[in-house]
């Protein structure tokens, strides 16, 4: 996999392509507003308390934030004035490199992660430097895709990842082992009572399935990446398999992007998993 650079926002083919073959677009300079003095605000949240989520969300269709430990943020509606307006901030420039995308697409989400990686005291499904791919437990995608944009507005140090080989081969080398296809065959009224579809369900599963498979961990094909302060990135998190092994003070605003909207759709996961379904239903009868 590569890091591409956008040397300038605007749309163009090579953006999207690069996205669904599994690679990170990278802007080694903030491509938009975000005023020094948020950043800083930001900074001096000291988030430590276990009882709360490992990350401060914002919710832009409801403006509601949570998340937050109260005795750690001095004014709570400047924290929303400040994550409304990176969300805001983050979304246009979206619209401007990627419109294909944005037409249908649905904002979820923006996040600040207040606590240094390295270390962190999470249970093993929170962890974030084990390699996983993104699902939802409670905003079930049905198909859909998570691009992630991201901001290290860290003044000193790195935010360090790693990276594996995208959803694709992941998928043929490990998919049917996790039970995809069992998961695959299960009945519509469960379905209905969660809302979530087998590929919603497989998917939280799978992101379980890697983080606990100590091979896969230790001998998959790895991609280490640096990202500076100041720099921001672009992935699609349920096509490319991440972890985080260190940083501190980042940003990141999620978009559901539809399947249908991909330049290639046959590199959406959903696409990718029902071809092995249909492979080794081929292979059975």
Same mark, same amino acid.
Request: with cysteine; glycine share 4%.
């Given at each position: 996999?590569?890091?591409?650079?956008?040397?300038?926002?605007?749309?163009? &083919?090579?953006?999207?392509?690069?996205?669904?073959?599994?690679?990170?677009?990278?802007?080694?300079?903030?491509?938009?507003?975000?005023?020094?003095?948020?950043? $800083?605000?930001?900074?001096?949240?000291?988030?430590?308390?276990?009882?709360?989520?490992? #990350?401060?969300?914002? !919710? &832009?269709?409801?403006?509601?934030? @949570?998340?937050?430990?109260?005795?750690?943020?001095?004014?709570?509606?400047?924290?929303?004035?400040?994550?409304?307006?990176?969300? !805001?901030? +983050?979304?246009?420039?979206?619209?401007?490199?990627?419109?294909?995308?944005?037409?249908?697409?649905?904002?979820?989400? +923006?996040?600040?992660?207040? %606590? $240094?990686?390295?270390?962190?005291?999470?249970?093993?499904?929170?962890? #974030? *430097?084990?390699?996983?791919?993104?699902?939802?437990? @409670?905003? &079930? @995608?049905?198909?859909?895709?998570?691009?992630?944009?991201?901001?290290? %507005?860290?003044?000193?140090? *790195?935010?360090?990842?790693?990276?594996?080989?995208?959803?694709? &081969?992941? =998928?043929?080398?490990? =998919?049917?082992?996790?039970?995809?296809?069992?998961?695959?065959?299960?009945?519509?009224?469960?379905?209905?009572?969660?809302?979530? @579809?087998?590929?919603?369900?497989?998917?939280?599963?799978?992101?379980?399935?890697?983080?606990?498979?100590? *091979?896969?961990?230790? #001998?998959?094909?790895?991609?280490?990446?640096?990202?500076?302060?100041?720099?921001?990135?672009?992935?699609?998190?349920?096509?490319?398999?991440? +972890?985080?092994?260190?940083?501190?003070?980042?940003?990141?605003?999620?978009?559901?992007?539809?399947?249908?909207?991909?330049?290639?759709? $046959?590199?959406?996961?959903?696409?990718?998993?029902?071809?092995?379904?249909?492979? +080794?239903?081929?292979?059975?009868?």
């Amino acid at each position: 996999m590569e890091l591409v650079e956008v040397r300038e926002v605007r749309p163009a &083919p090579e953006w999207y392509g690069a996205l669904e073959q599994g690679n990170i677009l990278f802007l080694p300079r903030l491509p938009f507003d975000l005023p020094a003095q948020d950043q $800083e605000f930001l900074r001096n949240i000291q988030q430590t308390s276990r009882s709360y989520h490992k #990350n401060i969300a914002y !919710r &832009p269709e409801s403006g509601k934030v @949570t998340g937050f430990d109260a005795n750690a943020v001095s004014d709570a509606d400047r924290l929303r004035s400040i994550l409304e307006h990176f969300s !805001r901030s +983050a979304t246009g420039f979206l619209n401007k490199l990627l419109p294909r995308y944005m037409e249908s697409g649905h904002l979820d989400y +923006a996040s600040f992660r207040a %606590i $240094e990686e390295e270390g962190r005291d999470l249970t093993f499904k929170k962890r #974030n *430097d084990l390699l996983h791919i993104d699902a939802f437990p @409670t905003r &079930p @995608t049905r198909g859909d895709l998570i691009l992630r944009t991201f901001v290290n %507005i860290h003044p000193t140090r *790195d935010r360090v990842w790693l990276t594996s080989d995208p959803f694709e &081969p992941l =998928a043929r080398e490990h =998919a049917v082992n996790a039970g995809w296809t069992r998961m695959a065959s299960w009945g519509s009224l469960k379905q209905l009572v969660t809302r979530r @579809t087998s590929y919603d369900r497989f998917m939280l599963h799978f992101h379980d399935y890697l983080k606990r498979n100590e *091979d896969y961990q230790r #001998n998959c094909r790895k991609y280490r990446w640096e990202f500076p302060p100041g720099s921001a990135w672009m992935v699609f998190t349920d096509i490319v398999p991440h +972890a985080v092994l260190s940083g501190q003070y980042a940003l990141e605003q999620t978009m559901i992007v539809s399947r249908q909207s991909l330049l290639a759709p $046959e590199r959406a996961p959903f696409e990718i998993l029902n071809r092995l379904r249909s492979a +080794a239903r081929g292979a059975t009868s």
